[in-house]
C-alpha cells in the first residue's frame, strides 16, 4: 500500500511525476483551485472587512468530488506532499488544499519543482519544504482586492452603463487601447518629401543640407534643394566597420507570448495552453517527460548546470568558435526573479529528434524556445558595414551596405529572426576626394504615420513596460477584454468598441487615479512586498479600502445611469413604453416602468424543428437537482454562444463558468470545455475526467 499521497494541480501533470516516485506514492490532481470565497456576507463579497478583512473560503461546487476523492486518499497514508505551480497562485492552491484534506498526525510537506524531469522531481522531494505563507498572503491580498473591485464596480458599471466589468489591471490595460485609438483617430497625416540620388548598382538618400537633418515639407521645396545640388558628387568618406549584433535572452513568459504573436501567429492564450503541456509533460513513447521549465516567470537566468550542459552541445554540434558567454539577469522594476528563464529541459533533446511526437503547434512553440535558450549562449553574429558618404554643395548623401561574415547565434535561431541590415547594397571601392556622377536625382512624397495600434504583442509588451499586471495575468486579462466585448480584433489589432470607450470614459471621470498604469505598477509592487514579507496584508487591504470605497459612493451619486433604448412599442399592462433590456440569456423586450410594473413581451415559441437542448447529464452543481444542459443565446452581444445551464431553471439559475467548444470527448462524445483554469477537458470531470 502506498505511503505518500502528493496532489498537483492537473492531471496530466500527474501522470507524468507518478512514473517516476514508484508504487510508493499517490499522485493525484487537484484540478486547480478547490476554494474560492463565498458569496455571503455584506455585500456578497464573501470577506469580512470589519475583521481584518477575514475571507470566508468555500469549496467550490464542482471541485467537492475531488476534495472528497482527495480526502479519502489523505486517510490512508502517512504523509502528504503538495507539489502545485512554483509561483503565487500554486502556493495559495497547496495552502487551501492543506485546509480541507485530512492532515492530522500527518507530516505535510511543501515541494517545489521548476521543471518535469525525473533528477528534477527526485531532487525536490528530497528536500521538502514548508508552506509559505506570505506568497499565501501575497495571492490573498490579490484575490481579495480583485473581489471588492469586481464586486463593487461591476454593480457599478451595470446599473449605470451597462458594462459588465472592471478592474485594476483590465481597465488599466483598456485605457491602454482606447487612448491609442484616440490618437489614432485624432493624427493628422502630414505631407513631407526624401530626395534620392541614383548609381549604378546603388542607391544614396540626402542626409544632411546646410549641416542640419532635413525637413522638406512640399514638392516645392525639394525641387529647390535638387536644383541646388552639384552632379557630379565628391566622394568625402567610405568606411567599414565590423558590428557585432548580439543574442538575446532566453524567453520570459511576455518575451514568448509577444513572439508567439508576431513569429507564429498564436494569441497569449494559446500559447500559454501550449508551454502548458510542454511544461507538464509530453509521451514520448519510452517516457513521458516535461520539455520546457516552469513557463510563468518574468527572470531571464537559467540554472548554471543548463548552462554548462548547453555549452557542451554548442561546442560539439557547432564548433568553439560558436560558444559565446552567459548575459547576466539584469532585474529591472517589477521583477520577482522567481523562477529561471523559459528553456528545454534537455538541449541534447532536440526539437528535430522529438518532432514526430509533438502536435505541429508544440513543435513550432518548442522549436523556438529550444532555440531562443541555445542561440542566449552563443556568440554574436557580425556584420561588415560599410557608409559611403557623397557631399553635392550644401548636402551631403549617404548609402549602407553590409555583409554577413559570422553567422554567430544565427546557426540555430535564424528561422526566427531577420535581423534589418540587409545585403541590399553593394558599394564600389572608391577614393576619397574622387567624383561620380548620379544617374537620376529624385523625389519622393511621403506622409507621416500614426502610431501603430495594439496588437497582442505590442499590447503584453506595454503592460510589461509600464508595470501593469503580471507575465501570469497577460493573457487572462486580453482574453476578458475581448469577454466582455470591450474590444475587437480588425486586422489582428486591438480597436475598442463603443462599450469599451464608454467604460474608459466613466471609469476617467471617477477612477482615473485607480485606473493608471501607475497605480497598478504600485499596486504590484505591494503585492510584491507581502510575497518576501516586507509589508502587512491587513494594512495593505484597508489602505486600499479606505482609498476605494469613497470613489465608489461617489460614482454612485454622480455617474450619469443610461436609459434603455426604447422599442416604439407600449406596455399592454401599464401603457407605459417598452424598452430593450439584457439579460443572461441575451436580450429581451419589457416594460420601462420596472420595478413596478414586470411585464415582459412573450417570446414568440421556437418553431418545431428547432433541435433540442443537449442534456450533459452532468449534475448541476449548485441545486443537485437539474443537470447541465447546453443552451444557445439567441441575442445580445453573446448571440450564438453555447453555454450550460441547468435544466431545473428558473427554480435554479446556476450557469456553469466554462467555455464551450465545438469538440466532443473521445472517450464519453460528452462536450470538451474549457474551465475556469484553463484547462481544456470534458465537462463530465466525474465519471470521465478526460484532459486534453
Same mark, same amino acid.
Given at each position: 500500500m502506498?505511503?505518500y499521497?502528493?496532489i498537483v494541480?492537473s492531471?496530466?501533470?500527474?501522470?507524468?511525476?507518478?512514473?517516476?516516485?514508484?508504487?510508493d506514492y499517490?499522485?493525484?490532481?487537484?484540478?486547480?483551485h478547490?476554494?474560492?470565497?463565498?458569496?455571503?456576507?455584506?455585500?456578497?463579497l464573501?470577506?469580512?472587512?470589519?475583521?481584518?478583512?477575514?475571507?470566508?473560503?468555500?469549496?467550490?461546487?464542482?471541485?467537492?468530488?475531488?476534495?472528497k476523492?482527495?480526502n479519502d486518499?489523505s486517510?490512508?497514508?502517512?504523509?502528504i506532499?503538495l507539489?502545485?505551480?512554483?509561483?503565487?497562485?500554486?502556493?495559495?492552491?497547496?495552502?487551501?488544499?492543506?485546509?480541507?484534506?485530512?492532515?492530522?498526525?500527518?507530516?505535510?510537506?511543501?515541494?517545489?519543482?521548476?521543471?518535469?524531469?525525473?533528477?528534477?522531481?527526485?531532487?525536490a522531494?528530497?528536500?521538502?519544504?514548508?508552506i509559505?505563507?506570505?506568497l499565501?498572503?501575497?495571492?490573498?491580498?490579490?484575490?481579495?482586492?480583485?473581489r471588492i473591485?469586481?464586486?463593487?464596480?461591476?454593480?457599478?458599471l451595470?446599473?449605470?452603463i451597462?458594462?459588465?466589468?472592471?478592474?485594476?489591471?483590465?481597465s488599466?490595460?483598456?485605457?491602454l487601447?482606447?487612448?491609442?485609438?484616440?490618437?489614432?483617430?485624432?493624427?493628422?497625416t502630414?505631407?513631407y518629401?526624401?530626395?534620392?540620388?541614383?548609381?549604378?548598382?546603388?542607391?544614396?538618400e540626402?542626409?544632411?543640407?546646410?549641416?542640419?537633418?532635413?525637413k522638406?515639407?512640399?514638392?516645392?521645396?525639394?525641387?529647390?534643394?535638387?536644383?541646388?545640388?552639384?552632379?557630379p558628387?565628391?566622394?568625402?568618406?567610405?568606411e567599414?566597420?565590423?558590428?557585432?549584433?548580439?543574442?538575446?535572452?532566453?524567453?520570459?513568459?511576455?518575451t514568448?507570448?509577444?513572439?508567439?504573436?508576431?513569429?507564429?501567429?498564436?494569441?497569449?492564450?494559446?500559447?500559454?495552453?501550449?508551454?502548458q503541456k510542454?511544461?507538464?509533460g509530453?509521451?514520448?513513447?519510452?517516457?513521458?517527460?516535461?520539455l520546457i521549465?516552469y513557463?510563468?516567470t518574468?527572470s531571464?537566468?537559467m540554472?548554471?548546470?543548463?548552462?554548462?550542459t548547453?555549452?557542451?552541445?554548442?561546442?560539439?554540434?557547432?564548433?568553439?568558435?560558436?560558444l559565446?558567454y552567459?548575459?547576466?539577469?539584469?532585474?529591472?522594476?517589477n521583477?520577482q526573479?522567481?523562477?529561471?528563464?523559459?528553456?528545454?529541459?534537455?538541449?541534447?533533446?532536440?526539437?528535430?529528434?522529438?518532432?514526430?511526437?509533438?502536435?505541429?503547434?508544440?513543435?513550432?512553440l518548442y522549436?523556438?524556445?529550444?532555440?531562443?535558450?541555445?542561440a542566449?549562449?552563443?556568440?554574436?553574429v557580425?556584420?561588415?558595414?560599410?557608409?559611403l558618404t557623397?557631399?553635392?554643395?550644401?548636402?551631403?548623401?549617404?548609402?549602407?551596405?553590409?555583409?554577413?561574415?559570422?553567422?554567430?547565434y544565427?546557426?540555430?535561431?535564424?528561422?526566427?529572426?531577420?535581423l534589418?541590415?540587409?545585403?541590399?547594397?553593394?558599394?564600389?571601392v572608391?577614393?576619397?576626394?574622387?567624383k561620380i556622377t548620379?544617374?537620376?536625382?529624385s523625389?519622393?512624397?511621403?506622409?507621416?504615420?500614426p502610431p501603430?495600434r495594439y496588437n497582442?504583442?505590442?499590447l503584453i509588451?506595454?503592460?510589461?513596460?509600464?508595470?501593469?499586471?503580471?507575465?501570469?495575468?497577460?493573457?487572462?486579462?486580453?482574453?476578458?477584454?475581448?469577454?466582455?466585448?470591450?474590444?475587437?480584433l480588425?486586422?489582428?489589432?486591438?480597436?475598442?468598441?463603443?462599450?469599451?470607450?464608454?467604460?474608459?470614459?466613466?471609469?476617467?471621470?471617477?477612477?482615473k487615479?485607480?485606473?493608471?498604469?501607475?497605480?497598478?505598477?504600485?499596486?504590484?509592487?505591494i503585492?510584491?512586498?507581502?510575497?518576501?514579507?516586507?509589508a502587512?496584508?491587513?494594512?495593505?487591504?484597508?489602505?486600499?479600502?479606505?482609498?476605494?470605497?469613497?470613489?465608489?459612493?461617489?460614482?454612485?451619486?454622480?455617474?450619469?445611469?443610461?436609459?434603455?433604448?426604447?422599442?416604439?412599442?407600449?406596455?399592454?399592462?401599464?401603457?407605459?413604453?417598452?424598452?430593450?433590456?439584457?439579460?443572461a440569456?441575451?436580450? +429581451?423586450? &419589457? %416594460?420601462?416602468? =420596472? !420595478? /413596478?410594473c414586470k $411585464? #415582459?413581451? @412573450?417570446?414568440? *415559441?421556437e418553431?418545431?424543428?428547432v433541435?433540442?437542448?443537449?442534456?450533459?447529464?452532468v449534475?448541476?452543481?449548485?441545486?443537485r437537482k437539474?443537470?447541465?444542459?447546453?443552451?444557445?443565446a439567441?441575442?445580445?452581444?453573446?448571440?450564438?454562444?453555447? +453555454?450550460y &445551464? %441547468?435544466?431545473? =431553471? !428558473? /427554480?435554479?439559475? $446556476? #450557469?456553469? @463558468?466554462?467555455? *464551450?467548444?465545438?469538440?466532443?470527448?473521445?472517450?464519453?462524445?460528452?462536450?470538451?470545455?474549457?474551465?475556469?483554469?484553463?484547462v481544456?477537458?470534458?465537462?463530465?470531470?466525474?465519471?470521465?475526467a478526460?484532459?486534453?
Open positions: 502506498a505511503e499521497l502528493v494541480e492531471p496530466s501533470k500527474s501522470k507524468t511525476i507518478g512514473q517516476y516516485l514508484g508504487e499517490i499522485v493525484k490532481s487537484s484540478k486547480g478547490v476554494r474560492d470565497l463565498s458569496i455571503s456576507g455584506a455585500g456578497g464573501g470577506i469580512d472587512v470589519q475583521n481584518n478583512f477575514k475571507p470566508d473560503y468555500v469549496v467550490i461546487p464542482d471541485k467537492k468530488a475531488i476534495v476523492e482527495l486518499a486517510k490512508k497514508v502517512k504523509a506532499f507539489a502545485t505551480d512554483p509561483d503565487r497562485e500554486g502556493e495559495a492552491i497547496s495552502w487551501h488544499l492543506s485546509q480541507v484534506i485530512t492532515t492530522k498526525n500527518k507530516t505535510v510537506k511543501r515541494v517545489i519543482f521548476n521543471e518535469i524531469t525525473k533528477n528534477a522531481i527526485l531532487e522531494f528530497k528536500i521538502p519544504g514548508d509559505d505563507m506570505n499565501v498572503s501575497s495571492q490573498e491580498s490579490r484575490r481579495i482586492t480583485d473591485i469586481g464586486f463593487k464596480l461591476s454593480k457599478l451595470q446599473s449605470k451597462k458594462s459588465k466589468s472592471a478592474g485594476r489591471v483590465q488599466a490595460a483598456l485605457k487601447i482606447v487612448d491609442r485609438d484616440q490618437i489614432v483617430n485624432d493624427f493628422v502630414e505631407e518629401y526624401e530626395i534620392y540620388a541614383k548609381f549604378n548598382h546603388f542607391e544614396t540626402l542626409a544632411k543640407y546646410n549641416d542640419k537633418t532635413p522638406i515639407p512640399s514638392s516645392e521645396i525639394a525641387d529647390q534643394i535638387i536644383k541646388s545640388l552639384v552632379n558628387m565628391t566622394v568625402e568618406s567610405l567599414t566597420k565590423r558590428k557585432p549584433t548580439e543574442s538575446k535572452p532566453p524567453f520570459i513568459t511576455s514568448l507570448q509577444q513572439d508567439a504573436s508576431n513569429k507564429l501567429g498564436y494569441n497569449s492564450t494559446k500559447t500559454m495552453q501550449i508551454a510542454l511544461y507538464e509530453v509521451d514520448l513513447g519510452h517516457e513521458i517527460v516535461g521549465s513557463m510563468r518574468d531571464s537566468r540554472s548554471q548546470t543548463f548552462i554548462d548547453a555549452n557542451h552541445y554548442i561546442e560539439k554540434t557547432f564548433g568553439k568558435q560558436y559565446g552567459t548575459k547576466q539577469s539584469i532585474k529591472g522594476n521583477v526573479d522567481a523562477h529561471e528563464a523559459i528553456r528545454p529541459t534537455d538541449v541534447f533533446r532536440t526539437p528535430e529528434s522529438i518532432k514526430s511526437f509533438l502536435s505541429k503547434e508544440e513543435y513550432n522549436y523556438m524556445i529550444y532555440a531562443r535558450a541555445v542566449s549562449l552563443m556568440k554574436p557580425l556584420r561588415d558595414v560599410t557608409t557623397l557631399r553635392s554643395g550644401e548636402a551631403l548623401f549617404k548609402a549602407s551596405a553590409s555583409k554577413q561574415v559570422f553567422d554567430g544565427l546557426k540555430i535561431y535564424g528561422k526566427f529572426e531577420t534589418e541590415e540587409q545585403e541590399k547594397n553593394v558599394l564600389p572608391l577614393e576619397i576626394g574622387s548620379a544617374l537620376e536625382i523625389k519622393k512624397q511621403c506622409f507621416t504615420q501603430l497582442e504583442a505590442r509588451k506595454e503592460m510589461e513596460d509600464q508595470g501593469i499586471g503580471r507575465p501570469s495575468t497577460y493573457a487572462q486579462t486580453i482574453q476578458t477584454l475581448k469577454t466582455r466585448k470591450y474590444v475587437t480588425v486586422d489582428k489589432k486591438f480597436i475598442a468598441t463603443e462599450q469599451g470607450k464608454k467604460t474608459i470614459e466613466q471609469l476617467d471621470l471617477f477612477f487615479e485607480f485606473i493608471s498604469a501607475t497605480y497598478s505598477s504600485e499596486m504590484e509592487d503585492l510584491d512586498k507581502i510575497a518576501s514579507g516586507e502587512d496584508s491587513t494594512k495593505v487591504l484597508q489602505e486600499f479600502y479606505d482609498y476605494f470605497m469613497p470613489m465608489v459612493d461617489k460614482a454612485h451619486k454622480n455617474m450619469v445611469k443610461v436609459k434603455p433604448e426604447e422599442t416604439g412599442e407600449i406596455c399592454p399592462l401599464c401603457g407605459h413604453k417598452m424598452v430593450h433590456r439584457k439579460g440569456y441575451g436580450e +429581451f423586450e &419589457a %416594460c420601462g416602468n =420596472y !420595478p /413596478k $411585464y #415582459i413581451k @412573450p417570446k414568440i *415559441a418553431a418545431s424543428h433541435k433540442k437542448a443537449l442534456d450533459t447529464g449534475p448541476c452543481p449548485e441545486c437539474g443537470t447541465l444542459i447546453e443552451r444557445l439567441t441575442k445580445g452581444q453573446n448571440k450564438g454562444n453555447k +453555454f &445551464a %441547468c435544466s431545473n =431553471y !428558473p /427554480k435554479c439559475k $446556476y #450557469i456553469a @463558468p466554462y467555455r *464551450a467548444t465545438d469538440k466532443v470527448c473521445p472517450k464519453c462524445s460528452k462536450p470538451i470545455i474549457v474551465d475556469d483554469q484553463g481544456v477537458r470534458c465537462i463530465d470531470n466525474i465519471k470521465c478526460y484532459v486534453e
